[in-house]
DNA sequence: GGAAAAACTTTCAAGCTTAAAGTTTCATAC
DNA sequence: GTATGAAACTTTAAGCTTGAAAGTTTTTCC
């Protein structure tokens, strides 16, 4: 097998183990500071993104998640106060999932620490390797989802 | 808050979904052509870098998971009868895991599948951005180790 | 209008994951 | 020697995750 295998290889266990470490930390920070997850995080900054809401299906298809999963997210959510369901007009398959007021102000609050923390640990990339990094990683996504799609 | 903020939050997302994107071609390969799981490929692989087995301890640093973890997945691999566990002479704490030779020979088809997913997905990336994407990665790694010990 | 297909979601079983607490063994300091 | 603390590991409870199956509701199409 080729180098340039092993330098894939080598590039993808390192992905892999930054992502990881990235995931970690941000878990425990969420963990202490706002004694939450990140599974829930994400599903607030979905959210928070599409302020009129999403399906359920939106969601797990935003978050690369299964279905199943974003329900008992969602429901922990919804018991927390977080997050209501709203019946859509006119299809009653599907239900619309939003922040409610508190869980806006709540995530407003956690996306600021975490946007700090993510900065900080960011900073060990140099801006110009940035550009590069983020462009491959871009392009190992749309291959991705480009064959699933086949 | 600044541009370069934004960046880095851009580039963590995109690292995180181009992460989220390989594992999950990675765990269906896995479990349609060898009916096996990522988390369990993932012990196979570190046991057969160290041929001569990992403590329980280690194989969770090495692995950057909780000890509790590790416990349940080699559980069910010495079911398999893919690992066993050894009496670590003078420490009956400790019990030091290996491969089998069954599972050493497992792997090796496991691994070989496994390079050649990566090696194709991971064709996406030049061969001359790998490099530099490896230690922008590695820095990302080494600042959240170097935080953690302290 | 009715049958079949598609869309949306939940339920389920199995497995993974973590943090915290518990058990046994070891090291070492008195 | 024995107390005390650290180390290695397992157990537990709660939550996350997946894929598959099943339950509704809507759409399609004859």
Redesign the interface.
Known sequence: ?ST??K??????L????????????LRENLRQEFQTTLPRFDVMAALSQHGQGLKMSELSNVL?VSNGNVTGIVERLVEDGHVLREKVPGDRRASRVRLTPEGEAEFTRQAAAH?NW??E???????E??L???E??????????K?ENM
């Open positions: 097998m340039i295998s330098d894939r290889l080598r590039l993808w390192r992905l892999l183990k930054a992502t990881r470490s990235v995931e970690s930390a690369k946007e993510i900065d640990i960011f900073a060990a990339v140099a801006p390797a940035a590069g990094l983020s491959a990683l871009d392009a190992v996504t749309r291959r991705l989802d064959k």
